[in-house]
């Protein structure tokens, strides 16, 4: 039988095209299922993030309890609670691979087999996958504070891949055998054009499986590539939105827990720096009580008294009301007012407050105090004085002497406060200004110390520009010198 060349090269035309088509079929077919096995495990890895971001910020923000303890009381609120985050059904295991929570409601579904495997590789602290049908589960490890607290596992569900991948088969089938009919019809022309629109479709998915997302369909056509080109266009849409959505919730999750650990630091440090800016003033009025209820018939101690307690009281509710203001502006750093202060004035007035003090530890408290002009917070040059001569009292012997002296240097004014105490050992001296650091324990306890005194005045300092060194010493004894800017 004879066949004329026009059968001959259309059925030429036919074979290359199958051939072609069946290429192309495979390519990216396989192309597209590397491409969703990437995404789902980027996915499921966010998830898992997002699973262990949110069990730490409950472990962190809720009663502190064990590891153990929080899964097994918690577990199940935080299953569900995940599973509303994540979309997927969500178990979690503790460290020993007993269930702690999971989301999953009514009757429990059979345990796929080999689950017990993976859970026992999971809780090495490693990934373990498993597989069933149409569903995968993703068995990942759950961080705790210091270690592996447990297992977190998500299912998820191959159905959608799996139809997908389906639905580019029977569309590749379909449109095959459609080109392949017209070929037979049109000729070359239409196989070339065809050929260029596959081609156009190939990279287009090889894009994708590089996470190069395409901006625009690969090709517009009314017939099912053309449909085949929107679906890989609007999938490359979804993909790149559900990636930029689960990074941007991990990342408000991430500065969510950062905020907390942060404002709980911010929260000790801060009550911890007002109860001790309370116990000074009332430690002078205390004092001053004391005075009077031994020596009530004295008129000049009296005197003395009413006007240092009506001091002190006025700096009480100074603070109170700052306190009330830094609550309601939901700050923790007193606003300062910096202004030209004359020091010798300032230091009398503060050595007439602790003088009570220190007679009543049987102590001498003198000042010798050049006239200077500083530009500084009137209520923080208190305080950064009534610290040192407190700790000047604390931290002294029986009949020992505190001193202050005030000079003039160059453009600087420089003031000293030195006492005859016990001293600060060597190897504490590069510590004493940390926060709750105190040289010795007993002592610090018993005379009420918290160890945030020299950090106060240290951070005081820096703020209003000044600076605070530990002078050398010979003998017992402290020394500290402070240095203003002098305002001319």
Not at 242 to 254: F, G, H, N, V
Request: net charge neutral; charged share 25%.
């Amino acid at each position: 039988m004879r066949f004329s060349i026009k059968l001959k090269f259309s059925l030429f035309l036919g074979l290359l095209l199958i051939l072609a088509v069946s290429v192309l079929s495979y390519f990216v077919l396989r192309g597209v299922e590397r491409n969703e096995q990437t995404q789902a495990e980027a996915s499921l890895a966010q998830h898992v993030k997002t699973v262990n971001l949110r069990v730490k910020q409950a472990y962190y923000t809720g009663v502190r309890l064990e590891p153990q303890q929080f899964l097994q009381r918690r577990g199940r609120e935080l299953a569900t609670e995940l599973a509303g985050f994540t979309g997927l059904e969500v178990t979690l295991y503790d460290a020993e691979g007993e269930q702690a929570g999971t989301s999953v409601q009514g009757v429990p579904v059979p345990a796929i087999p080999g689950t017990a495997e993976a859970l026992a590789y999971a809780l090495q602290n490693k990934i373990a996958y498993q597989s069933n049908g149409d569903k995968l589960l993703y068995l990942a490890p759950l961080q705790g504070p210091e270690a592996q607290m447990g297992v977190v596992q998500l299912q998820y569900s191959l159905k959608n891949a799996q139809a997908f991948q389906q639905t580019l088969r029977n569309l590749f089938l379909t449109t095959g055998a459609a080109v392949l009919l017209l070929s037979f019809i049109t000729g070359y022309l239409y196989f070339n054009r065809a050929a260029v629109a596959i081609s156009r479709l190939k990279r287009a998915a090889e894009s994708i499986r590089r996470a190069e997302y395409i901006s625009a369909p690969p090709l517009k056509r009314r017939d099912e590539l053309g449909e085949l080109g929107e679906g890989i266009y609007y999938m490359s849409r979804e993909i790149e939105s559900s990636i930029a959505a689960k990074d941007e919730e991990q990342r408000k999750l991430q500065l969510a827990v950062t905020k907390l650990q942060a404002l709980e630091q911010q929260q000790k440090q801060y009550i911890g720096n007002i109860s001790h800016e309370f116990k000074t003033p009332l430690t002078s009025i205390k004092a001053y009580v004391d005075l009077l209820n031994m020596y009530d018939d004295d008129p000049q101690l009296l005197l003395e008294a009413k006007t240092s307690i009506a001091k002190e009281t006025d700096r009480l509710y100074e603070m109170v009301d700052k306190v009330l203001q830094l609550t309601a502006l939901e700050k923790y750093d007193f606003e300062s007012q910096a202004e030209r202060f004359e020091t010798a004035e300032g230091l009398r007035d503060i050595c007439g407050r602790m003088n009570g003090k220190a007679e009543r530890f049987g102590l001498t408290l003198t000042l010798d105090a050049e006239p200077a002009h500083i530009w500084i917070d009137k209520e923080s040059f208190m305080h950064i004085f009534i610290n040192l001569i407190d700790n000047a009292i604390k931290y002294n012997v029986p009949g020992g002497a505190v001193s202050l002296r005030s000079e003039v240097r160059e453009d600087r004014v420089e003031i000293t406060v030195s006492d005859t105490g016990i001293g600060i050992p060597a190897e504490a001296r590069g510590k004493i200004f940390e926060p709750f650091y105190t040289v010795n324990r007993d002592r610090a306890r018993a005379s009420g110390g918290t160890g945030l005194g020299l950090s106060l005045v240290r951070n005081l300092m820096e703020k209003q520009g000044g600076t605070i060194v530990l002078l050398e010493t010979e003998g017992a004894g402290t020394a500290f010198r402070l240095s203003f800017p002098l305002v001319q």
